[in-house]
């Protein structure tokens, strides 16, 4: 028994070792990133963005530090947003949630998205459940009052949209690696990118294509687990528009979806559907034993413990090129087909 204990030791011993020795060499390695980009890159944005060179670099992950930084300068500011803007429609928000904690109502002279009392309602849920378990978006926490001001001005700054549920996952992100008006600006900006604003603004003919064009790819890369989804009438409506109304920092760890928000930001709305292919190769074996219900639910929560090395190897494994055309291309095919070519995919979810 002594001995059987000794092995065990060791073995841990051993373990514990390897594993502080890869730590080491992840620290090195992104300790070396983090100088690339701030010497050669950053100060050469325009030109070295598209590089094969930083491509490269930006597949592997960006450094946490300088991880807004890029964010930022990726999404841009089509919108033209200042922090001054930002303060603008934070004052209006508070100005409407102190009317409303005041007399129970709010007034209906502006034109601020969060005038109904459901929408104050559905941005105080949603806090409470965006990323639970690291508490800092919670009641008394370090960020919860931050979020709360993001997520109220976008509702008076956009009233059109609103608040809808998802995007407390979209602007807690932005907050953990952005000062407040940056986060604000990146977060309004990003929403306004068509596949976002397709989705948020509940666009069913346009959603429908996005499925549509995805479907392509996922006949061309998993045929046989398409056919599978296809005799169980499991169409992407049931999984993807979770995944995009997150940007799958809800169903993916938070670490895994910074990596893939790094790959949206280098490759745009592609990356998206190419991540979500990704994670049906990943878990193709076990899908392929499920019916309907178990796969849809499979989908809906998928594993905490999703590893990020083999997910992105499944990632880098989808080929986004069906027939020769790639996503955007097929994307725009299917745009100039009208409805009737999207309606194909057959998403009950949306047509109902």
């Known amino acids: 028994m002594m001995a059987g204990a000794k092995r065990r030791e060791l073995k841990e011993a051993q373990r514990k070792k390897k594993q502080m020795k890869e730590r080491h060499r992840q620290e090195e390695s992104i300790a070396r990133a983090v100088v690339v980009w701030n010497t050669e890159i950053l100060p050469n944005w325009e030109n070295m963005r598209n590089t094969r060179r930083v491509r490269d670099l930006w597949w592997q992950g960006l450094p946490p530090s300088i991880r807004g930084k890029i964010w930022s300068l990726a999404i841009g500011n089509e919108l033209n947003i200042t922090p001054e803007l930002y303060e603008i429609f934070l004052s209006r928000a508070k100005e409407k949630w102190r009317s409303f904690s005041e007399t129970g109502s709010l007034s209906e002279s502006e034109d601020c998205?969060?005038?109904?009392?459901?929408?104050?309602?559905?941005?105080?849920?949603?806090?409470?459940?965006?990323?639970?378990?690291?508490?800092?978006?919670q009641k008394g926490g370090p960020y919860h009052d931050v979020l709360h001001n993001v997520l109220g001005a976008y509702t008076c700054y956009r009233p059109d949209v609103g608040y809808v549920q998802g995007m407390s996952f979209i602007a807690a992100v932005l907050i953990l690696n952005l000062e407040e008006a940056d986060a604000f600006i990146a977060f309004a900006n990003l929403l306004n990118k068509p596949c976002q604003m397709a989705f948020f603004r509940v666009d069913h003919d346009l959603m429908l294509k996005y499925f549509a064009a995805f479907e392509v790819f996922?006949?061309?890369?998993?045929?046989?687990?398409?056919?599978?989804?296809?005799?169980?009438?499991?169409t992407p409506d049931f999984y993807l528009i979770d995944w995009i109304f997150t940007l799958y920092s809800k169903p993916l760890p938070l670490d895994v979806a910074c990596r893939v928000w790094d790959l949206f930001c280098r490759d745009g709305e592609e990356a998206l559907f190419r991540t979500a292919l990704g994670i049906l190769r990943l878990y193709q074996d076990v899908l392929l034993q499920m019916d309907f219900i178990h796969s849809a639910q499979f989908l809906s929560r998928l594993l905490?413990?999703?590893?990020?090395?083999?997910?992105?190897?499944?990632?880098?494994?989808?080929?986004?090129?069906?027939?020769?055309?790639?996503?955007?291309?097929?994307?725009?095919?299917?745009?100039?087909?009208?409805?009737?070519?999207?309606?194909?995919?057959?998403?009950?979810?949306?047509?109902?």
């Open 113 to 137: 998205g969060v005038d109904k009392e459901s929408s104050l309602d559905l941005i105080k849920l949603d806090i409470f459940r965006t990323f639970p378990s690291l508490f800092i978006f």
């Open 218 to 234: 996922f006949e061309e890369n998993l045929p046989k687990l398409f056919q599978h989804f296809q005799s169980n009438s499991l």
């Open 304 to 352: 905490q413990n999703t590893p990020a090395h083999t997910l992105f190897t499944c990632i880098a494994n989808t080929h986004m090129i069906s027939n020769n055309r790639r996503w955007n291309q097929v994307f725009s095919a299917l745009m100039k087909d009208g409805p009737k070519e999207a309606d194909k995919t057959g998403s009950p979810a949306l047509r109902s």
